[in-house]
């Protein structure tokens, strides 16, 4: 037995980098080579971008950037829709001294019911109007520390409109009546859920978001005591976040305040990390964007940023911004539009805070200064502002929710898709690369050997194998005693390299040379609950998509470099080489066979059936590994399995979206498209697709 102790130290720590476990923000601790090199490939975008920033010195430079902001913001959200009647009605409301509170319902799309609040001054009209978007309350805009802010503007002679977001207050998206409490915790969780549904489609979760608020300022301009040309917007958290996206999509705004979001990616990769669905956008530091352009976008209008020093998204990164978006403001004139206010406290819409939003929206959207004190302020009951009967919008009204609206667009969507016009399988397997954002391949990659043994059955090799420079992943090759050509087969698990060690023993037994591997971000359970909240998983798939790249398909691309390396060993017989892949491990294999037509055949076991069964579900987990953005635009997996035609194919036991087994029938509808290939070739029987691989259930 030969063996190479640190060389063993770095295979034995790349596996368990790889394995990781559920993080939540602040406790995701860097180290594994996958994140470095992640890490490298986003330094050269931010530094990039950086130095594009600093040479605006001119306010047609300056205007320049504004139009490609605003562009790349509506492209990345998915574009928007058409605006339709807004059937907006006041279901009730209450006075209190000094203004009163009206219970709003409008719908920003058909049957896509908004819930708010207007609160309105006692005095003469027009007002000037603040809408109020919430952070990731459960009860959104009705929460205490929500209405002091908002009920801290009436009472300075705003018009403030609160609305819920979607997922949060009386927009729960997965509400149970029989038990009175959502399916999905709301919030964050909600988001996330629907968000992984919306990149599918090539949209976003922050479309939805985006879209209330101008359909919300839509609203405001049809109400007589409301000044349209003094309208600003005002948020903290994941109200923060949406306030900033307005500043760029509507520019009817006058005045933003954005709180307790702004910062810098630089100093948020690390720690926190990448937060919920509509705070990550595929492309957005590979674009050359940053947090500061949200507020160069709205210059040289009124706009500040309001800090925590002990906040999660870190104070440094949001000093740095201030610095960088007050010179950009400079070069227009207007360096006093940027505003910054930090305090020493930790996240949220607190009193200081609050004060600050106060005297900035005094002063330019009331021409006066304002020392900003809050008055004496009591809270409503959460309950006194439901503008739904229920409490709920499903319970008393049913309409659409985000899923539902992204399944119609899928389904209108996928007939069109561009797979379903290609007859040429090299334009498909191109459109199929492009898609996933493979790098290119060339020769051999290299492999270090980290310990050899060999006992009477054969030998067994583990390896490090550079399948890019500087990105290395652990894999052990197993080849049978004997002396002549193998056959072989490829061998990768979600679950890890140490998973189904009896399957890939028995396939060494039966005379067949295995190399078992685990691509990037893989190996040992990724997160041990079913949420993907900020796992392991979820983390390395968004900073992967904000520098341009998708999880699933640096994973192709490791198995596809596994194939090359494997070709070159001359006890394996190149020709006869297949892949087996065991749940996401399946969706992987299946698109190496499609892309390197020298596999000889593909087993898919275990794996998700399509992404339409992703979008279809009410639910899902952990499907954001294998999730690549506007995917159902061009291609679905069964498209994908259809490129494997004319060799053997093996699809067994597929599962839905939450992991439940598929019965064969659903099974063979949904690979209908493949079926076709295979009889065109004249080989059906080759596809073979069984529901457990006569194991009796996985």
């Avoid at 674009?287 to 949200?294: E, I, V, W």
């Avoid at 060993?569 to 399946?586: L, V």
């Amino acid at each position: 037995m030969k063996q190479h102790p640190l060389l063993t130290l770095i295979f034995v720590a790349i596996c368990a980098a790889a394995a990781g476990n559920l993080l939540v923000p602040g406790s995701y601790q860097p180290g594994d080579e996958l994140y470095r090199h992640l890490t490298a490939q986003a330094k050269q975008h931010w530094n990039a971008r950086r130095s594009k920033v600093s040479a605006l010195t001119t306010p047609s430079e300056v205007q320049a950037r504004q139009k490609f902001i605003r562009e790349w913001m509506t492209r990345a959200v998915g574009g928007f829709p058409e605006k339709t009647p807004l059937n907006a009605r006041i279901t009730g409301g209450f006075a209190r001294d000094g203004y009163r509170v009206e219970h709003l319902i409008f719908e920003s799309q058909p049957q896509f019911y908004v819930t708010a609040n207007v609160y309105v001054p006692a005095g003469r009209a027009p007002f000037p109007a603040v809408l109020g978007v919430a952070g990731h309350s459960v009860t959104g805009k009705a929460i205490d520390t929500y209405q002091y802010a908002w009920i801290g503007l009436v009472k300075r002679g705003f018009l403030v409109i609160a609305i819920d977001p979607p997922g949060q207050g009386e927009r729960s998206e997965y509400f149970d009546a029989a038990t009175g409490k959502s399916t999905v915790p709301i919030g964050t969780r909600q988001h996330s859920m629907a968000g992984t549904q919306c990149l599918l489609t090539g949209t976003t979760f922050a479309r939805y978001e985006a879209w209330d608020g101008i359909r919300a300022v839509d609203y405001l301009l049809t109400r007589g005591d409301v000044d349209a040309k003094r309208i600003g917007v005002a948020g903290n958290s994941g109200g923060g976040t949406q306030s900033a996206y307005l500043a760029v999509l509507e520019p009817r705004l006058a005045a933003a305040v954005v709180s307790c979001y702004m910062t810098d990616w630089e100093q948020l990769w690390e720690k926190p990390g990448p937060q919920d669905a509509e705070q990550n956008f595929p492309e957005f530091l590979s674009s050359g964007l940053n947090f500061g352009d949200f507020m160069i976008a709205f210059a040289p209008k009124p706009i500040t940023m309001l800090t925590a020093i002990r906040d999660y998204f870190p104070i440094a990164g949001g000093r740095a911004t201030h610095a960088e978006v007050k010179r950009v403001f400079g070069v227009l004139g207007a360096a006093e539009h940027a505003g910054y206010f930090e305090h020493d406290d930790n996240h949220g819409w607190h009193q200081p805070r609050r004060e600050a939003t106060y005297r900035w929206l005094t002063k330019y959207l009331q021409g006066k200064d304002d020392d900003g004190r809050e008055p004496a302020i009591t809270p409503e009951p959460e309950a006194n502002l439901n503008a739904t009967k229920t409490g709920q919008v499903v319970t008393s009204f049913g309409g659409e929710t985000v899923r539902s609206i992204n399944l119609k667009l899928a389904e209108r969507m996928y007939p069109e898709r561009q797979a379903a016009k290609i007859s040429d399988p090299e334009k498909l397997r191109r459109l199929i690369a492009n898609t996933l954002k493979l790098p290119s391949r060339a020769g051999t990659p290299p492999a270090i050997v980290v310990d050899t043994e060999s006992d009477a059955r054969g030998s067994t090799t583990k390896y490090l194998l550079e399948t890019e420079p500087g990105l290395r992943i652990p894999m052990t090759l197993t080849i049978p005693a004997g002396g002549t050509r193998r056959a072989a087969m490829l061998y990768l698990s979600s679950a890890g390299l140490s998973a189904d060690r009896e399957r890939i023993d028995a396939m060494v037994t039966s005379g067949t040379a295995v190399l078992a591997f685990d691509p990037r971000g893989w190996g040992g359970d990724a997160s041990s609950t079913n949420s993907e909240e900020y796992s392991t998983e979820w983390q390395l798939s968004q900073r992967a998509l904000l520098i341009g790249r998708r999880l699933v398909g640096m994973q192709v691309h490791d198995a596809l470099r596994a194939f090359d390396y494997i070709t070159q060993r001359p006890e394996i017989d190149p020709q006869k080489i297949g892949i087996t892949g065991d749940g996401q491990g399946g969706v992987v294999a299946l698109f190496a066979g499609a892309l390197e037509p020298r596999i000889a055949s593909v087993t898919a076991e275990g794996s998700v059936a399509s992404y339409m069964t992703i979008v279809r579900a009410e639910t899902h987990a952990r499907m954001i590994g294998v999730v690549v953005p506007g995917v159902l635009r061009e291609f679905d997996l069964p498209d994908v399995a259809g490129m494997v035609a004319p060799r053997p194919l093996n699809l067994i036991s597929l599962r839905d979206a939450a992991g439940n087994r598929l019965p064969r029938e659903t099974v063979e509808r949904e690979y209908a498209f493949a079926r076709m290939r295979y009889e065109k070739t004249r080989k059906a029987q080759l596809l073979r697709i069984d529901d457990d691989g006569g194991k009796g259930g996985r």
